[in-house]
Structure formats: C-alpha cells, structure tokens
C-alpha cells in the first residue's frame, strides 16, 4: 500500500495526466482532454503551490496518485480554492413547497428546484480520476480523504465550506435525461456540447438564460424526475467516500446533469476530525498496528500514504513518502476505532 503516493502534479506529469484524461468518461471528469489544457492546469497548480503570498482565492491545486512500485501515474484529484471566483458558481437548490385548498380539502407539498449560487466561495473539490485497476483497493481513500488535510493544514488559503460536485446519471450516447428536460430548452444545445461550450458552473450566461423563477419537478418527463440527484456509476467509489467523510447530499444538484452536489464545513468531515499530529520514530514501538493515512503537511513538499503503522510511524512505515525520523506529520486512521 506505501508504494501509493498522493503528491503535488509536477511539470513532467504532463503525458500521464492526457493519458488520464483521455481514459476518464465523457463529460465527467473536470479534467480536460486537451493537451494545451491541461499544461495550463500544471502550471496553475504549481503557481498555487509554491506561492509564499496570501491566497486570493483564484488558485487551483492538482495531485496526482503514483504507483511508485509500477512507475506511472494512476489517478489525480484537485481542489479549487473558491467555486466561482470569476463569477458566481450555480446550482439547484432542493426545496419543498406546499400548495393547499381548504375548500377542496387538498393537500399537496411539491419538490420543487431553485436556481442559486449559495455555494460561491466554498472551496470545491474537483478532477477525481482513478485507473480502474485500482478502484477496488485503498487508492481511492487516498486520493480523496488526503486533500482535505491539505485544506485543514493550509486552512487560510481555503473556505469553511467544502462542496464537491458528481456526475450525474447519462445514457449509452452521453445524454443526460435531465439536461434534455431542463437544460436544453434554453440553451438549445445537446448535454455534451453544453458541457464543452461552458466548460463549469460558475458562468454568467447560466444566470441569463435559465429561468430564475423554480422547476416544479412533477412537470418534467419521468426520466428527468428519476435522474434528480441520482449518480453515473463512475462517482460511485469518491461518492461513497465523501458521505463517509460526513458531507451533506440532500441540499443542491448540479445544474446540468442533475446529479448530486455535496457540501458540509470543512471542522465536520471525519479525517479532519481524527487527524492527529505524529512524530516518525526511528524505531517501531509495541502497540497495535493499523491502516492509516499518513500525511506530510508542508505545502510545497506535500505528501501523503497509506500505512499499517502504530501510533508513532517509522521512516520504513511511510513508504514512497520517505518520511524522516523526527519528522511531524498528520495521521488518520481509516478503521473504525477500536478495529485492530
């Protein structure tokens, strides 16, 4: 497992990162298969890395998962410092509405979705990507639960809200029922142009022609109804993880593709919670050993594994993170407590 490392993208990523991009589902991954895209993802992620002043909240950050054991790249993750820097980030809010008769006796409460941007400004989680060969092991723990350390270690670059968006349900030609229902009627383009035309959620042509006034969800085709706040089973795996780390997914779906948008404050999540501060020890103390996730804070030497380690890791516990005796990192572990 401690040959998993989890580091900031490096210019030299480049190649790996489009074989990445061009692997991930259509109109899914917030990663772009486009080669001159993506070197400008590199370049801003190191920008934001290495910059010394106070954050602006413009910056993106980008981490890739390497298999250092086999040599190459295998997944990426990403954070977004503040959704809609630029310009306001939307999504539809659920609500619930009630509409009632006295003289009819009639009672009826109405899902209905409101147009908002409630959630400009919170730090988003974004470009979630893992080689399918790894979905079944921890890689996926690793790739999604260690960026939010980095978020608590850094947390003057960062919101107290974190938001992250998944992929909506889509059929075998890359439609999606709820963008036809809703989408498409206004801005008379199929799902995958949209998403490649726009290219986000946080664009002003979103507010100017959507209609601001609600989506009554009983008027829409059945296909669209079901499709609300449903999942495309590639988010199953980081979905799973973000409900485990405590993130809200009843309150806002993406506007586009319907699926779900989960948000909570960052102090709430679980490896937050539990984090602790370690000191790598240079020899191994008695005690019951357990997975953890092992992280080096520092923010241009940010590192993360996943380790059988007791409550004081050696130098051999952090693996491909080559962490040093006397070094203090931040540990969580992944079990239950209590679980040997």
């Given at each position: 497992m401690?040959?998993?490392?989890?580091?900031?993208?490096?210019?030299?990523?480049?190649?790996?990162?489009?074989?990445?991009?061009?692997?991930?589902?259509?109109?899914?991954?917030s990663?772009?298969?486009?080669?001159?895209?993506?070197?400008?993802?590199?370049?801003?992620?190191?920008?934001?890395?290495?910059?010394?002043?106070?954050?602006?909240?413009?910056?993106?950050?980008l981490?890739?998962?390497?298999?250092?054991?086999?040599?190459?790249?295998?997944?990426?993750?990403?954070?977004a410092?503040?959704?809609?820097?630029?310009?306001?980030?939307?999504?539809?809010?659920?609500?619930?509405?009630?509409?009632?008769?006295?003289?009819?006796?009639?009672?009826?409460r109405?899902h209905?979705?409101?147009?908002?941007?409630d959630?400009?400004?919170?730090?988003?989680?974004?470009s979630?990507?893992?080689?399918?060969?790894?979905?079944?092991?921890?890689?996926?723990?690793l790739l999604?639960?260690?960026?939010?350390?980095?978020?608590?270690?850094?947390?003057?670059?960062?919101?107290?809200?974190?938001?992250a968006?998944?992929?909506?349900v889509?059929?075998?030609?890359?439609q999606s029922?709820?963008?036809d229902?809703?989408?498409?009627?206004?801005?008379?383009?199929?799902?995958?142009?949209?998403?490649?035309v726009?290219?986000?959620?946080?664009?002003?042509?979103?507010?100017e022609?959507?209609?601001?006034?609600?989506?009554?969800?009983?008027?829409?085709?059945e296909?669209?109804?079901?499709?609300?706040?449903q999942?495309h089973?590639?988010?199953e795996?980081?979905?799973?993880i973000?409900q485990?780390?405590?993130?809200?997914?009843?309150?806002?779906?993406?506007?586009?593709?319907?699926?779900?948008?989960?948000?909570?404050p960052?102090?709430?999540?679980?490896?937050v919670?539990?984090?602790r501060?370690?000191?790598?020890?240079?020899?191994?103390?008695d005690?019951?050993?357990?997975?953890?996730?092992?992280?080096?804070?520092?923010?241009?030497?940010?590192?993360a594994?996943?380790?059988?380690?007791?409550?004081?890791?050696?130098?051999?516990?952090?693996?491909?993170?080559?962490?040093?005796?006397?070094?203090r990192?931040?540990?969580?572990?992944?079990?239950?407590?209590?679980?040997?």
């Amino acid at each position: 497992m401690n040959h998993l490392l989890l580091r900031p993208v490096a210019a030299a990523d480049l190649a790996d990162l489009h074989r990445m991009a061009a692997a991930s589902a259509d109109a899914i991954s917030s990663l772009p298969n486009d080669e001159a895209k993506l070197r400008r993802r590199i370049a801003a992620s190191l920008q934001a890395f290495a910059s010394p002043d106070d954050a602006s909240g413009e910056e993106t950050y980008l981490f890739v998962l390497e298999d250092t054991s086999a040599g190459r790249l295998v997944g990426c993750s990403g954070i977004a410092a503040s959704a809609g820097f630029f310009d306001r980030f939307y999504s539809y809010r659920n609500e619930f509405v009630v509409h009632a008769s006295a003289a009819l006796g009639v009672s009826q409460r109405m899902h209905t979705l409101h147009l908002c941007h409630d959630l400009t400004g919170a730090t988003l989680l974004t470009s979630f990507y893992l080689d399918p060969a790894y979905e079944h092991g921890p890689a996926a723990q690793l790739l999604s639960r260690a960026r939010l350390l980095f978020i608590q270690a850094h947390a003057e670059r960062f919101s107290e809200r974190i938001a992250a968006e998944s992929p909506g349900v889509t059929d075998a030609a890359g439609q999606s029922p709820f963008w036809d229902a809703v989408g498409r009627r206004f801005f008379g383009m199929d799902y995958p142009e949209a998403e490649a035309v726009i290219g986000g959620r946080s664009r002003a042509c979103i507010a100017e022609l959507m209609p601001p006034s609600p989506v009554y969800v009983a008027l829409l085709p059945e296909a669209a109804q079901w499709a609300i706040g449903q999942l495309h089973p590639v988010g199953e795996i980081p979905f799973g993880i973000l409900q485990d780390e405590g993130f809200d997914a009843d309150s806002y779906v993406d506007i586009f593709d319907g699926g779900p948008t989960v948000e909570a404050p960052l102090a709430s999540l679980r490896s937050v919670r539990l984090a602790r501060e370690v000191t790598v020890q240079a020899e191994a103390a008695d005690g019951p050993r357990r997975l953890q996730l092992l992280v080096r804070p520092a923010r241009e030497r940010f590192a993360a594994v996943l380790a059988r380690a007791g409550d004081q890791p050696t130098p051999e516990d952090t693996g491909a993170m080559a962490a040093s005796a006397g070094e203090r990192l931040l540990a969580v572990p992944l079990q239950p407590e209590g679980q040997a």
